[in-house]
């Protein structure tokens, strides 16, 4: 069993303070870490167990954040801008490797954690890989609906006191940020075509079959578009949390993925 212990930071950007999570094995086989971005509702404490799991199984060291106004970030009072995908590679991400002392490094993002990994890896050539889980890379219709139903869900009694346990009085802010943007007639036509041919490094793909936010098209269109070799995993009987609801299959899928940039990266 690798022993791994945690270390908990802050850092200051010119908008606020941003939480970090850190899982440090006692004898990395790796000095490159993995960064972790959580999705539209997500901060460090929903990807519960999976960090530390991670760090585990591939005895790397693993960061995660919470971007500003989620989870234990400090508040932002105003909504992001429909730009939020590109400024978090530009603003929010270059303080956290700063902070963290970081130079090459590997991406794990999952919905738009997983759009905005992406993004990243297209700016920034210290990015080694990429692991993308049911990132979105575009505005479907099944996206549309899809959070149509959760916004309608949020509504009834008790829905908004689940997130109030993670994100405590930003909770209806993170639910806002998520849906207003999304669902305003400005985003419809967002896509990574802006950045996605930047794309050096190798990527992995993960979605599952019955993701109720996006269809199959998107990791075809991450695979096809990326300007590097891309390796798709549909994971069959999975909605948009493979990463809980078949963490084997996945976990064991960034293994193999990893395992083979450690072998190229011994072979240069």
């Given at each position: ?12 950007t ?71 995908i590109?400024?978090?590679a ?6 956290i490797k ?22 990243i ?6 990015c080694i890989?990429?692991?993308s ?21 949020f509504?009834?009694p ?36 802006y ?64 395992n ?5 990266e011994?072979?240069?």
């Open positions: 069993m690798v022993n791994i212990t945690t270390k908990e930071s802050k850092v200051e010119s908008e606020g303070c941003l939480y970090i999570k850190e899982w440090i094995p006692e004898q990395p086989s790796s000095d490159i870490p993995l960064i972790m971005l959580h999705d539209s509702l997500g901060c460090v404490g929903l990807w519960k167990a999976f960090p530390e799991l991670l760090a585990s199984k591939l005895s790397r060291h693993v960061i995660a954040y919470d971007r500003l106004g989620f989870g234990l970030s400090d508040v932002r009072n105003e909504l992001p801008s429909v730009d939020f590109k400024e978090e530009s603003i929010y991400f270059p303080a700063k902070h963290c002392s970081i130079q090459q490094y590997m991406l794990l993002g999952h919905s738009v954690g997983g759009g905005m990994s992406l993004n890896a297209a700016t920034d050539k210290d890989a990429v692991v889980i049911s990132a979105q890379a575009f505005v479907e219709d099944l996206t549309l609906k899809g959070i149509i139903d959760a916004k309608e869900m509504k009834k008790g829905q908004i006191e689940r997130l109030k346990k993670w994100h405590d009085d930003k909770a209806q802010w993170v639910l806002n940020a998520w849906t207003n943007v999304w669902l305003s007639p400005t985003f419809a036509q967002w896509n990574l075509g950045c996605i041919k930047d794309i050096t490094c190798p990527v992995l793909v993960i979605h599952g079959e019955n993701d109720e936010y996006g269809s199959n098209a998107f990791p075809e269109y991450i695979a096809d578009n990326v300007s590097s070799v891309a390796t798709i995993n549909i994971i069959k009987g999975c909605g948009h949390m493979p990463h809980h609801e078949k963490t084997s299959e996945v976990v064991d899928s960034i293994i193999g993925f990893v083979t940039i450690e072998i190229e011994c072979l240069i």
